[in-house]
């Protein structure tokens, strides 16, 4: 499975926007990008996932570049129980979810 | 339930000493996984199961683990003369569909093993 990097740390404001970005430019044409997410003491929770084209759901919106090799997750209006892990992951048919570590997102009042 | 469960929630046991996490994934869910996350770090896949076969056994640390499914249903993880380094919390999740899909998966809270 392709590896991607995801700055470890990153604030944002409470109602803005969140956007958290992951490269992963050795992606293969049949991977999928999925991002889970991490609350503190508790088992990740999927939030989205994309193969080429932009993906929205009442969580987010995932942002798949056009050469596929970088991708952004977007928490429209952030809260503070946003605050968590946030897990980007690239994974080829047959492949298993292989989490790397993440960017810990805190949601500032 | 609704969820995947898994238990105990927490077990404290003596290094040398044998534990078994037990996850119940949700009904109908063919596949099932095994991680293990150390504190503070990211979680290391240990073993898939499709149905009750492994297929994917690539992750477990040493012989010291073994995993087993009944009935494309429950699933015990167990570990044998525990070691200091096997503390962390372990978490089950399943999925629909089988890797090979884009089926999400569904994570337990966690089973914390503590070895003192």
């Known amino acids: 499975d392709a590896k991607t990097t995801q700055p470890p740390s990153m604030d944002c404001a409470e109602g803005r926007a969140a956007n958290l970005p992951c490269n992963h430019s050795?992606?293969?044409?049949?991977?999928?990008v999925y991002w889970y997410r991490q609350i503190h003491s508790q088992g990740p929770q999927y939030i989205i996932h994309?193969?080429?084209n932009n993906e929205t759901n009442e969580m987010a919106s995932l942002i798949i570049t056009e050469d596929r090799k970088s991708s952004t997750l977007i928490l429209p209006h952030a809260t503070l129980r946003d605050t968590a892990v946030y897990y980007c992951?690239?994974?080829?048919?047959?492949?298993?979810?292989?989490f790397g570590q993440g960017t810990e997102l805190s949601v500032k009042p | 339930g609704a969820g995947v469960s898994q238990s105990p929630s927490n077990k404290v046991t003596e290094k040398g000493k044998d534990v078994e996490l037990r996850c119940d994934p949700i009904?109908?869910?063919?596949?099932l996984y095994w991680y293990r996350q150390r504190l503070g770090q990211g979680l290391e896949f240990l073993i898939y199961?499709?149905?009750?076969?492994?297929?994917?056994k690539s992750g477990l640390p040493s012989d010291r683990f073994s995993a087993e499914r009944t009935g494309e249903s429950v699933s015990t993880l167990t570990i044998q003369r525990t070691q200091q380094e096997d503390s962390a919390v372990y978490l089950c999740?399943?999925?629909?569909?089988?890797?090979?899909?884009?089926?999400?998966?569904?994570f337990g809270e966690g089973s914390r093993l503590t070895v003192l």
């Open positions: 994309g193969l080429k």
């Open positions: 050795t992606i293969s044409g049949n991977e999928y």
């Open positions: 999740a399943s999925s629909l569909r089988g890797v090979g899909n884009t089926g999400e998966l569904f």
């Open positions: 009904s109908g869910h063919t596949a």
């Open positions: 992951i690239v994974r080829a048919m047959g492949g298993k979810l292989i």
């Open positions: 199961f499709q149905g009750n076969s492994a297929p994917d």
